[in-house]
């Protein structure tokens, strides 16, 4: 059974940095991607970032580009995300997913649980 256990959410100020961590269990991975997706409070899900398992290519939401920063730890099957420059409408609940990739949610098959990062301006 596949597990993608979070943490690292916070409370931040506007400007400040937090990193995500997403770890994985379960299956072997090599032919899946690993991604970030987000929902705000009233809003829908929305893509943010992804990275090839084992090729280390990576993609970001134009909103993010620049800001934040996916990268991998095979050995430990973890991947992070690095938020920085964050800003008050980067709140939301952050999920990390598993999947063969891309930008919409559907690709992924497995999700984590969650976890909230909110940033005070």
């Known amino acids: 059974q596949v597990q993608l256990i979070e943490s690292g959410g916070g409370l931040v100020q506007a400007g400040g940095s937090l990193r995500l961590s997403c770890t994985a269990s379960?299956?072997?991975?090599?032919?899946?991607?690993m991604a970030w997706f987000r929902q705000a409070p009233g809003k829908e899900r929305e893509f943010v970032a992804a990275i090839n398992w084992g090729g280390g290519s990576t993609y970001y939401a134009n909103s993010v580009k620049g800001r934040f920063t996916i990268s991998r730890d095979n050995a430990k099957n973890t991947r992070y995300l690095q938020m920085n420059s964050l800003k008050p409408e980067d709140t939301a609940v952050y999920y990390c997913a598993l999947g063969l990739g891309g930008h919409t949610g559907a690709s992924y098959d497995y999700w984590g649980q969650g976890t909230q990062v909110t940033v005070s301006s």
């Open positions: 379960g299956r072997t991975f090599n032919n899946y991607a």
